[in-house]
């Protein structure tokens, strides 16, 4: 089996820093995903990546870039970090949108 | 864009009895339905999933999809305490991406 690392696990950042959250996958899945889960509820896509060097636009990419450098690894950077958007941050590997998807556990983002 | 809606919002539940969790999704086009468990503080793991009209078992967990109605549940019978977890259901077309639903907050009681 493999698995997702996702680091920092909890990252404290000021409002209006820029800040960056890294996955790493060995399932050596194509596909890679960045979901927000605010409070215990549903995930919401952020960027999704089906290739190194790839990348695609979620329904909450605004004040988001992410970056594949390379197939195990896809990393998330919050531009201008608010308060707004403290939540928990998952990071996700599959083969496919149909096809299950493997999850990290989350890196937990405070905006003080 | 697709709409996946998840109903009960939460659900409390007695050790033994049957639980049943809704989604509702708005693509007729979609192919692939699942159903994920997080438990508190864990990542959200696959539980089942569906591809066509019908249901499945697994277990105690069974699935059943409705395309016409735009509809898919999972029952869990003889519901554990160990059970208790939000609940995602997530839908996918042939594309390369699933759309998750709002969740729904299972806790089974003693």
């Known amino acids: 089996g493999g698995i997702i690392t996702q680091t920092p696990k909890f990252l404290i950042g000021q409002e209006g820093q820029k800040l960056t959250l890294k996955c790493q996958q060995n399932?050596?899945?194509?596909?890679m995903y960045w979901y927000r889960q605010d409070s215990g509820k549903g995930l919401r896509l952020i960027y999704y990546?089906?290739?190194?060097?790839?990348?695609q636009k979620g329904d909450l990419s605004e004040g988001y870039d992410a970056s594949r450098e390379k197939k195990s690894s896809f990393s998330l950077t919050v531009t201008s970090a608010q308060k707004n958007e403290m939540a928990v941050f998952l990071c996700?590997?599959?083969?496919?949108?149909?096809?299950?998807?493997?999850f990290g556990p989350g890196t937990r983002l405070t905006v003080l | 864009q697709q709409k996946v809606q998840q109903s009960p919002e939460s659900l409390i539940v007695p050790e033994g009895a049957m639980t049943s969790l809704n989604c509702t999704f708005s693509?007729?086009?979609?192919?692939?339905f699942a159903w994920y468990r997080q438990h508190s503080g864990k990542a959200p793991k696959a539980l089942m999933s569906i591809f066509s009209n019908g249901e499945k078992e697994e277990g105690r967990f069974t699935i059943h999809l409705n395309k016409a109605s735009l509809h898919f549940s999972l029952h869990i019978r003889d519901s554990q305490p160990s059970d208790s977890a939000l609940y995602l259901c997530?839908?996918?077309?042939?594309?390369?991406?699933?759309?998750f639903g709002t969740g729904t907050k299972l806790q089974v009681v003693p």
């Open positions: 996700a590997s599959g083969t496919g949108g149909a096809r299950e998807q493997y």
């Open positions: 997530a839908v996918a077309n042939s594309g390369t991406y699933q759309r």
């Open positions: 399932f050596n899945h194509d596909t």
């Open positions: 693509d007729s086009a979609s192919q692939y």
């Open positions: 990546s089906i290739t190194e060097n790839d990348l």
